[in-house]
């Protein structure tokens, strides 16, 4: 699975992910085959952190 490039467009894509077809990021990265620490790392960079109990990043 290739995600997006872009870190804002990568936040919207794992967001909108996580609210309609996951119940937790590491469900949604294994499923996907992604890697979690580089999309924590890459969303990191622009503020972002996951938050388990709402299930996104914020």
């Not at 309609?20 to 622009?46: H, P, Q, T």
């Amino acid at each position: 699975m290739k995600l997006p490039g872009d870190p804002n467009m990568l936040l919207s894509y794992v967001n909108l992910k996580l609210r309609d077809f996951y119940s937790s990021l590491d469900s949604m990265c294994d499923d996907l085959c992604v890697d979690r620490k580089e999309i924590e790392e890459k969303l990191k960079g622009i503020g972002y952190v996951y938050n388990d109990a709402q299930n996104r990043f914020e």
